[in-house]
């Protein structure tokens, strides 16, 4: 960790990473020129602001708001400097992106619990069944999705992420040579959060009864931001008590998952990911000693 104590996170963006932290976001991507071009937006998280989005379980809400948030800018950001493409989208291909979306998500909230109700069986065994088959739907989706050429490079990139936060964490050195002996896994990986929903949801569904499609509809859009608070609130006890037996038990199925969504990168992938690091750290805690690591890149304004 840094002197100041700023905890860093980030993912795998098109073409680069996104690192973030409690003061804004850095991006750093290499376009079809070979070049790599750096940005940096100030942004204080919501969990961090004050007010009701700093409480215990409401921050769990906020967290997942925020990832939401920056992780669609970084893509929408990456694919433009990656294509070296202005985005010139009309109003109304946006409304029918957002509808279609709406309706997809939709589909996806409702429809496992719509198959279940055709099983005859009682409700706790349910609502077991809707999680189980929750779970499998995200772990299928990542499967397949990762097998694709452009989801392994994405991989490839979430994997060069992790290395480089963990050797600037625990060495707080940028050196290729320190990078490639961390992991392409880290516990504080946004996949440990998605176990923890599909784990709580397998613990809460068995309580929410057999209702109507719309009724239906709107628990399960409760459940999602309930679940996100209880989830986020195990998580922040995990990163603080990161050795205790409770901590590995809900820590390790998320380690197995990045064995799936994290691939070994090349020397270039780290090259770009230490770019976003440094970027963000001298951002962040308003440092030069990564300017020579940084002189390699091209700063812009916007996406």
């Not at 680069?16 to 290499?30: E, F, T």
């Not at 409702?110 to 995200?138: A, M």
């Not at 050195?173 to 490639?180: A, C, H, T, V």
């Not at 002996?181 to 599909?198: D, N, Q, S, W």
Request: hydrophobic share 45%.
């Amino acid at each position: 960790m840094s002197d100041n104590n700023i905890s860093y996170g980030g993912q795998a963006v098109i073409g680069g990473v996104l690192i973030q932290s409690p003061k804004g976001w850095s991006l750093a991507v290499r376009n079809q020129k070979n070049e790599i071009l750096k940005y940096f937006e100030e942004r204080v998280p919501l969990i961090r602001r004050e007010g009701i989005w700093s409480l215990p379980l409401i921050r769990g809400i906020g967290a997942l708001v925020d990832s939401l948030y920056v992780g669609y800018k970084g893509l929408v950001m990456s694919d433009s400097l990656y294509f070296e493409e202005e985005e010139d989208i009309s109003l109304i291909s946006k409304i029918f992106n957002y509808v279609f979306l709406i309706g997809v998500l939709s589909i996806l909230v409702i429809g496992p619990r719509l198959l279940i109700d055709l099983i005859n069986t009682n409700q706790i065994n349910k609502g077991i069944y809707e999680g189980v088959l929750r779970g499998l739907i995200v772990i299928a989706y990542i499967y397949l999705v990762g097998r694709t050429k452009d989801a392994q490079e994405l991989f490839e990139y979430h994997g060069a992420e992790h290395m480089t936060i963990a050797s600037y964490e625990d060495k707080k050195s940028l050196q290729m040579d320190d990078i490639k002996t961390y992991p392409k896994e880290h516990i504080r990986c946004g996949t440990a959060f998605i176990f923890l929903i599909v784990f709580v949801s397998l613990l809460t569904l068995p309580f929410i009864p057999t209702l109507n499609i719309a009724l239906t509809f709107i628990t399960r859009i409760l459940h999602i931001f309930v679940v996100a608070m209880i989830s986020y609130e195990i998580l922040k006890f995990n990163f603080k008590n990161s050795d205790s037996f409770f901590a590995k038990i809900f820590s390790t199925p998320g380690i197995w998952t990045q064995k799936i969504t994290t691939k070994k990168p090349s020397e270039d992938q780290i090259i770009v990911a230490r770019i976003a690091m440094a970027n963000c750290v001298k951002n962040s805690e308003n440092v030069s000693m990564f300017d020579d690591i940084l002189s390699t890149s091209k700063e812009v304004s916007n996406g």
